[in-house]
C-alpha cells in the first residue's frame, strides 16, 4: 500500500518545526527515522520512519510482537534505538543531556497495558504520584505521602474528570480494573503532559468498557491540546475514534495511512500474514 503521509528524511537530523502548517501550541512532535531497536539477534522495530505532528491522534494495529509497545518507548524516550534516530519537539534526544532527557520524559504522559499502580496507597497518592519526573526524589516522595492541599484538590478535579472522583481516598487495591485503568489514565495527566501514551490500555476490561475508555482518551486529548497515540487490538475502536492508522507487523511499519483509506484486506492482511486467525477483522471493519 503508498504511504499516503509525508515520510521524513533518513538523516539524522529533525525536520523545521515551521514547515509544519498544523501545529498545536504547547503539543508534542514526535518524528522516527530509519529507527531499529534489536536486542540481540532479535529486531524488535526495523526501520521505522514515523512523524506526528503536535495535537494528532494516531492508532498504532498490529499483531502481538509487531512493535508497537517497541515504539512508543521510544516516542517517550524510555528507549535508545539500535541504529536511527527519534527526535521530540525537533530535538534529537540522542544530542541531549540527561538532565534534558528528564525533561522530556516529565512532559510525556504513558499509560501502560498493566496501569502500575502500588496496591495499598490510596487513589489519590497514586494518582500524585505523575509529577515524579519533575521534582527530586525526596521531594515527590514527600508529595505523594504527604500531598499538600493543592495537589488534592487538582487530583480530585482530574479523577471527577475521568468519572471517579468518588474514589478520592480509596485503597487502590479495592477498585476493578477499569477503575484502575482510569486512575492510570489521572496520573499520566497529573503531570501536566503534553502528549498521551497508551499501550493497550482495553486489553483487561469488557467492550463496553473498552469504548469508554477510549473515548476518554480521545476527548481529554482534544480538550487539553494533547498529542495521542495508543496501541490498540480492537480494529473497530481504531477505526471509530482514530483518524490516522499506522499498522505494524514484524517490527515494520507497514502502512501509514488516513483511516477512510484503509482497506479491509489491508487489515485482515496485517494479521493473516502474521500467521494469526483474524477473520473476524474483516467483519469489524465493514460494521
Same mark, same amino acid.
Given at each position: 500500500?503508498?504511504?499516503?503521509?509525508?515520510?521524513?528524511?533518513?538523516?539524522?537530523?529533525?525536520?523545521?518545526?515551521?514547515?509544519?502548517?498544523?501545529?498545536?501550541?504547547?503539543?508534542?512532535?514526535?518524528? !522516527?527515522?530509519?529507527?531499529?531497536?534489536? $536486542?540481540?539477534?532479535?529486531?524488535?522495530?526495523?526501520?521505522?520512519?514515523?512523524?506526528?505532528?503536535?495535537?494528532?491522534?494516531?492508532?498504532?494495529?498490529?499483531?502481538?510482537?509487531?512493535?508497537? *509497545?517497541?515504539?512508543? %518507548?521510544?516516542?517517550? #524516550?524510555?528507549?535508545?534505538?539500535?541504529? /536511527?534516530?527519534?527526535?521530540?519537539? $525537533?530535538?534529537?534526544?540522542?544530542?541531549?543531556?540527561?538532565?534534558?532527557?528528564?525533561?522530556?520524559?516529565?512532559?510525556?504522559?504513558?499509560?501502560?497495558?498493566?496501569?502500575?499502580?502500588?496496591?495499598?496507597?490510596?487513589? @489519590?497518592?497514586?494518582?500524585?504520584?505523575?509529577?515524579?519526573?519533575?521534582?527530586?526524589?525526596?521531594?515527590?516522595?514527600?508529595?505523594?505521602?504527604?500531598?499538600?492541599?493543592?495537589?488534592?484538590?487538582?487530583?480530585?478535579?482530574? !479523577?471527577?474528570?475521568? /468519572?471517579?472522583?468518588?474514589?478520592?481516598?480509596?485503597?487502590?487495591?479495592?477498585?476493578?480494573?477499569?477503575?484502575?485503568?482510569?486512575?492510570?489514565?489521572?496520573? #499520566?495527566?497529573?503531570?501536566?503532559?503534553?502528549?498521551?501514551?497508551?499501550?493497550?490500555?482495553? @486489553?483487561?476490561?469488557?467492550?463496553?468498557?473498552? %469504548?469508554?475508555?477510549?473515548?476518554? !482518551?480521545?476527548?481529554?486529548?482534544?480538550?487539553?491540546?494533547?498529542?495521542?497515540?495508543?496501541?490498540?487490538?480492537?480494529?473497530?475502536?481504531?477505526?471509530?475514534?482514530?483518524?490516522?492508522?499506522?499498522?505494524?507487523?514484524?517490527? %515494520?511499519?507497514?502502512?501509514?495511512?488516513?483511516?477512510?483509506?484503509?482497506?479491509?484486506?489491508?487489515? *485482515?492482511?496485517?494479521?493473516?500474514?502474521?500467521?494469526?486467525?483474524?477473520?473476524?477483522?474483516?467483519?469489524?471493519?465493514?460494521?
Amino acid at each position: 500500500m503508498t504511504l499516503s503521509r509525508k515520510q521524513p528524511s533518513t538523516s539524522v537530523s529533525c525536520a523545521d518545526p515551521d514547515a509544519w502548517t498544523r501545529v498545536v501550541a504547547g503539543s508534542a512532535a514526535f518524528e !522516527l527515522h530509519s529507527a531499529s531497536v534489536r $536486542y540481540d539477534a532479535r529486531a524488535a522495530l526495523l526501520e521505522a520512519s514515523l512523524v506526528v505532528d503536535p495535537g494528532e491522534s494516531v492508532a498504532l494495529v498490529g499483531p502481538s510482537g509487531a512493535g508497537k *509497545t517497541t515504539l512508543l %518507548r521510544l516516542l517517550n #524516550a524510555s528507549l535508545t534505538p539500535s541504529a /536511527g534516530s527519534v527526535c521530540v519537539d $525537533y530535538k534529537n534526544l540522542a544530542q541531549l543531556s540527561p538532565v534534558e532527557l528528564r525533561a522530556v520524559r516529565a512532559r510525556i504522559g504513558f499509560v501502560h497495558q498493566d496501569p502500575s499502580l502500588v496496591p495499598n496507597l490510596r487513589v @489519590s497518592q497514586n494518582v500524585i504520584a505523575g509529577a515524579l519526573g519533575r521534582a527530586s526524589f525526596f521531594g515527590s516522595a514527600r508529595a505523594m505521602l504527604w500531598p499538600r492541599r493543592t495537589d488534592l484538590e487538582r487530583a480530585a478535579r482530574i !479523577l471527577t474528570r475521568v /468519572g471517579i472522583g468518588d474514589k478520592l481516598f480509596q485503597r487502590t487495591d479495592r477498585l476493578s480494573g477499569g477503575e484502575r485503568q482510569r486512575v492510570a489514565i489521572a496520573r #499520566a495527566l497529573f503531570q501536566d503532559p503534553s502528549a498521551l501514551l497508551a499501550d493497550e490500555p482495553v @486489553s483487561s476490561v469488557d467492550p463496553a468498557r473498552a %469504548r469508554d475508555t477510549v473515548a476518554l !482518551l480521545c476527548e481529554l486529548s482534544r480538550e487539553r491540546g494533547l498529542t495521542l497515540v495508543v496501541s490498540i487490538h480492537d480494529i473497530a475502536l481504531a477505526r471509530e475514534f482514530f483518524p490516522r492508522l499506522v499498522g505494524l507487523r514484524a517490527g %515494520r511499519i507497514v502502512f501509514d495511512e488516513r483511516t477512510q483509506d484503509v482497506e479491509a484486506g489491508a487489515l *485482515t492482511d496485517l494479521y493473516a500474514l502474521a500467521g494469526l486467525e483474524r477473520v473476524e477483522t474483516a467483519r469489524e471493519i465493514e460494521r
